[in-house]
């Protein structure tokens, strides 16, 4: 699939969001997308707007997943599209810190990759016990991301290193 990297995780789903003017602390409904997909590898993490509603992908964990092959045709065939449509992308050697801020019952969580220069936040949606695919969601998200960048994956409330579930 893709050569000389091995894929941690993927994530697609309509649970992360992206404001699509630009950087802002304050996110207003028209001005979030509608779905954020992420790529994430041994080397680098790729996102893009999600655009596809039919497709009911979720997420994927590389090495740590079940070995279902129709699961990670899914992945691959998902992680070309983010390729494809990529609206950031921040190689693994000039990522400074992930502060991650985990969404409760009453907040939304957050997401800010920081890269010297630049930043990117991603907002996630408030835990639902209508909603239980945000649960299994964040878990992939989380793991990918320490799997990714070790001790540089910060819990934002409390300042702590995050550690895998």
């Not at 699939?1 to 941690?8: A, G, S």
């Not at 789903?13 to 997308?33: Q, V």
Request: aromatic share 10%; glycine share 8%.
């Amino acid at each position: 699939m893709l050569r000389r990297e091995q894929v941690i995780g993927v994530v697609s789903t309509w649970d992360i969001r992206k404001g699509k003017g630009g950087f802002s602390l304050l996110f207003f409904a028209g001005d979030e997308s509608e779905g954020y997909s992420l790529l994430i590898t041994d080397l680098r993490i790729v996102g893009s707007f999600r655009a596809e509603y039919p497709d009911d992908f979720c997420a994927y964990l590389g090495p740590d997943s079940p070995s279902d092959p129709e699961l990670q045709h899914r992945a691959e065939a998902e992680a070309l599209k983010i390729i494809a449509k990529k609206d950031f992308e921040i190689p693994k050697d000039k990522l400074v810190k992930l502060l991650y801020e985990p969404p409760t019952t009453y907040l939304g969580g957050r997401l800010l990759l920081i890269e010297a220069g630049h930043r990117v936040e991603l907002k996630v949606t408030l835990l639902s016990p209508f909603n239980p695919g945000v649960i299994a969601t964040t878990d992939t998200l989380v793991r990918s991301l320490v799997a990714f960048a070790p001790g540089r994956v910060f819990n934002e409330r409390t300042g702590e290193p995050v550690k895998a579930p």
